[in-house]
């Protein structure tokens, strides 16, 4: 069974940091292009970052400068470093991964940034 498990998130001040993670497993990710999208209140699922089996990374332009994404591949995971959070990113956050035509996501997680 296929499954990806996030964790990481919370309620945090603005200015402040969270590192997401997001662990894989039931199959061999090793292949897959892993991401994270976040779906603020009321608003559509958004990409946030991307990450190929290689180095090359994608970020949405509001998170430029301020996240990070990474990944583990002999762990099946990938992080999320979340630096100078606003309260704009404010939102559940979901891990992803993507081969070919298959795609799968995880649960969610909660980050709150508010004072």
């Known amino acids: 069974q296929v499954q990806l498990v996030e964790s990481g998130g919370g309620l945090v001040q603005p200015g402040g940091s969270l590192r997401l993670s997001c662990v894989a497993s039931?199959?061999?990710?090793?292949?897959?292009?892993m991401g994270w999208y976040r779906q603020p209140p009321g608003k559509q699922r958004e990409l946030v970052a991307s990450i190929t089996t290689g180095v090359s990374t994608n970020y949405a332009d509001s998170v430029k400068g301020r996240f990070t994404i990474s990944r583990d591949i002999a762990k099946n995971t990938v992080y999320l470093q979340m630096n100078s959070l606003k309260p704009e990113d404010t939102a559940v956050y979901y891990c992803?991964?993507?081969?070919?035509?298959?795609?799968?996501w995880g649960q969610g997680t909660q980050v709150t940034v508010s004072s």
């Open positions: 992803n991964a993507k081969f070919s035509t298959r795609t799968y």
């Open positions: 039931g199959r061999d990710f090793s292949g897959y292009a």
